[in-house]
Each structure stands twice: as C-alpha cells, then as structure tokens.
C-alpha cells in the first residue's frame, strides 16, 4: 500500500518541482529583458505569470517570494518609459534640417577692408594701375587677417565634409537610440553641438536647429528600473 501510495505521489511532486524551475526561468528572463533592453512590459508579464502559478501552489513557503514579485510588479508600474521612437523621428528631422545651415564667412565676422592711400593715388594717375587694383580689390575681402579667423576659411571639399560629419552624428545618435545606448548617444550630440557652434552662421534657422538639439539631448533617455536578482536569490533558497 506505501508503494502504491508513494507511486501516486511522485508524479504531482515532480510536476511541482518541474513548475518551480519553469518559475525561476520566468524570473531570469524578466530580469534579463529589463537590464539589456529596458522591456517593462514583458517584465511586467512575466512576473504576472510567475505570481499566479504560486498562487495555485497554496504554499505558504513562497509567501515571501510573492511579496517580493509584488513589490516589483509595483515599482514597474512606476516606470516611465522613455519615447524612443519619438527620439527617432525627431533626429531624422534634425538631419533634414542640416541643409538649412549656412556656413561662416567673410561677411559673418564683421570686419572691414580698406584701400590704401598710395593705391588710391595711384588709381587716380594712372589708368592701367587703376584696373590692376580694381580686380584685386575685388579678391580682397579683409584688412587684418587674424589667425582667430583662419578656421572660418573652408573649401568646398572641406565644406563637404563637415556636412557629412554633421549627417554622420546624427546617424550616430540615431544608432544609440536604436541600442539604447546613453553614452554615445550624449557623446554624438555634444559633437554635433560643437561642430555647429564653430563653423556655422548664428542666424535664425542655426537657433531653431539648437533649440531642437537642445530639447533632443534633453529627453529621458534611461529609465530607472528595479533589480529583480532578489527574486532570484529567494527562489534559490527554495
């Protein structure tokens, strides 16, 4: 009779313990989705369901355990998950925006050129002179040539590739959005910001283009989120 008694018994001991392991994997991978992806939902879902199959177990050693999921289940309510994808439509905007730039020149840094008074002399006595300095002057924008100015003075291919770089920043902003990834998503907009601030006119469409970055780069990236290792550690302790 004991060994038909223990026949019987063994299958629902082992379903149950079965369960427990199924429980514990719920729980690793909720903590899992949280840390690597930020995915409260699925957390949230997981803990529900882990929450409920101990439920049925009626077991008042894993009372405990289920306090602690609800602690958890609460504090994931909490969450305010950041808008990535809003962040991501408004990077492509940003980009788009790039174009609207004009780059520092000559005109922007508020300087002016004069005629010296011996060419101005010679322009009035003699005609051919006066020819030869009108086409130079034409080439002459600035009196005192400050070394502060000279990083304004681009060429075309440098010109090029500072727009590249720009483009190339926010692609790498966009990047980090994707992954989640603060560090180089704070790093790309400094670098945009900086790279802007040296070599572009501060007209209206370069304060519209800040006044965006600015509100990008202020947006809650990180979510703060709960550590569910202690669930982990009370179901070892089972």
Do not use: C
């Amino acid at each position: 009779l004991k060994a038909q008694l223990n026949e019987q018994q063994e299958p629902s001991w082992m379903l149950q313990e079965w369960q427990l392991r199924e429980i514990r994997y719920w729980l690793n991978v909720a903590q899992e989705r949280l840390s690597a992806f930020q995915d409260v939902a699925t957390a949230q879902a997981l803990l529900a369901r882990a929450d409920e199959r101990l439920k049925v177990f009626q077991d008042p050693r894993h009372l405990k355990l289920r306090s602690l999921i609800n602690q958890a289940q609460h504090q994931l309510s909490q969450v305010v998950v950041p808008d990535y994808h809003g962040m991501w439509v408004r990077l492509g905007t940003l980009d788009q925006s790039i174009s609207s730039l004009k780059f520092l020149n000559y005109d922007h840094l508020n300087v002016t050129s004069t005629v010296p008074k011996k060419i101005v002399s010679a322009e009035a006595s003699d005609g051919a002179l006066a020819k030869v300095w009108v086409e130079i002057k034409s080439l002459i924008k600035i009196k005192d040539f400050q070394a502060s100015t000279l990083e304004h003075v681009l060429t075309q291919p440098q010109k090029a590739h500072l727009v590249f770089t720009l483009h190339l920043l926010v692609e790498e902003a966009r990047w980090a959005v994707l992954y989640q990834n603060p560090q180089v998503f704070r790093d790309s907009l400094s670098s945009l910001r900086r790279w802007i601030s040296t070599y572009w006119v501060q007209d209206e469409a370069y304060h519209q283009f800040m006044q965006t970055l600015d509100g990008i780069a202020s947006t809650t990236f990180e979510a703060t989120l709960p550590d569910l290792t202690n669930l982990l550690s009370e179901m070892d302790q089972k």
